[in-house]
């Protein structure tokens, strides 16, 4: 998507608003002995609330309103019979729409006590995905992204995940640009005023590749090793970025 008037622009941060507000919450909420299918219904009791469509379930048919993925998931986790427990490493992804637009947003979070490794990869995660927003404008070609991060992550010791992309989005989930890698590459394409794409890198702890599991949706780090994901949408304005998905 193109952002070309203020409308639009109100409608893409209202739900970004909305999928932030409710990733927000669902890791607050998280605790040991509730199970994924638990937490996915209150991700979904929220984005009912404000009348916002699961973008997954809509768009995909996805078995849930929200994915959760644990410790050896890494991505597109079924919500279901599984117990979350201490230390576990809980990855949840929101996506909705609402009035058209769409929004994407996710984050890694350690729930309870854990390994102090762990406790270092969930925050460089983080700072992984701020560097690659810091890179989003108009006129600056999609390579900065997967570069700037590709730079942080090798200087600590770190993989990224070269099968899971970043992506337009706006009126659809997924929309050109497609497969906007965030590793180290050479994707000349450039950034227009007013494109609105996400930011999610895989940051891992040796772990190259996304690998299927057996129910056809949940991805599994290969080889396994422990993987957070951050998320934000971004639109690329001449200024910078304007991050959409914050909560408020």
């Keep these: 998507m193109t952002i070309t008037q203020q409308d639009e622009l109100d409608g893409l941060?209202?739900?970004?608003?909305?999928?932030?507000?409710?990733l927000q919450a669902m890791g607050k909420a998280m605790e040991p002995g509730m199970t994924t299918r638990e937490l996915d219904?209150?991700?979904?009791a929220m984005l009912d609330r404000e009348g916002a469509i699961s973008a997954p379930e809509a768009s995909y048919n996805f078995p849930?309103?929200?994915?959760?993925?644990?410790?050896?998931?890494?991505?597109?986790?079924i919500p279901g019979d599984r117990i979350l427990c201490r230390g576990d490493l809980v990855n949840i992804d929101v996506s909705?729409?609402?009035?058209g637009f769409f929004a994407d947003t996710g984050a890694s979070f350690c729930l309870g006590p854990v390994r102090p490794k762990l406790q270092s990869l969930c925050r460089d995660g983080r700072r992984a995905m701020e560097i690659g927003v810091t890179q989003v404008a108009a006129?600056?070609?999609?390579?900065?992204?997967?570069n700037a991060i590709g730079r942080f992550a090798t200087a600590r010791?770190?993989?990224?995940?070269?099968?899971?992309?970043?992506?337009?989005?706006?009126?659809?989930?997924?929309?050109?640009?497609?497969?906007i890698a965030t590793w180290p590459n050479r994707d000349r394409r450039k950034?227009?005023?007013?494109?609105?794409?996400?930011?999610?890198?895989?940051?891992?702890?040796?772990?190259?590749?996304?690998?299927?599991?057996?129910?056809?949706?949940?991805?599994?780090?290969?080889?396994?090793?422990?993987?957070?994901?951050?998320?934000?949408t971004v639109v690329a304005t001449e200024r910078g970025p304007l991050i959409v998905t914050l909560p408020g």
Excluded at 15 to 22: E, F, K, M, Q, S
Excluded at 159 to 176: C, D, F, K, Q, W
Excluded at 215 to 231: C, G, I, K, R
Aim: proline content about 5%; some cysteine.
């Design 96 to 99: 909705a729409s609402k009035a």
């Design 41 to 44: 219904a209150l991700g979904r």
């Design 191 to 232: 950034m227009h005023r007013g494109m609105v794409l996400t930011v999610e890198p895989f940051l891992a702890t040796g772990a190259l590749w996304a690998a299927e599991g057996d129910d056809a949706w949940t991805l599994l780090a290969d080889p396994t090793t422990p993987v957070v994901q951050y998320e934000h």
């Design 64 to 77: 849930g309103a929200t994915c959760i993925s644990v410790n050896e998931e890494i991505a597109h986790g």
């Design 157 to 179: 010791g770190y993989t990224l995940i070269r099968n899971l992309a970043s992506h337009g989005v706006g009126r659809a989930l997924h929309e050109a640009p497609d497969q």
């Design 13 to 22: 941060m209202a739900i970004g608003r909305i999928v932030a507000n409710t």
């Design 139 to 146: 006129g600056r070609p999609l390579e900065s992204i997967g």
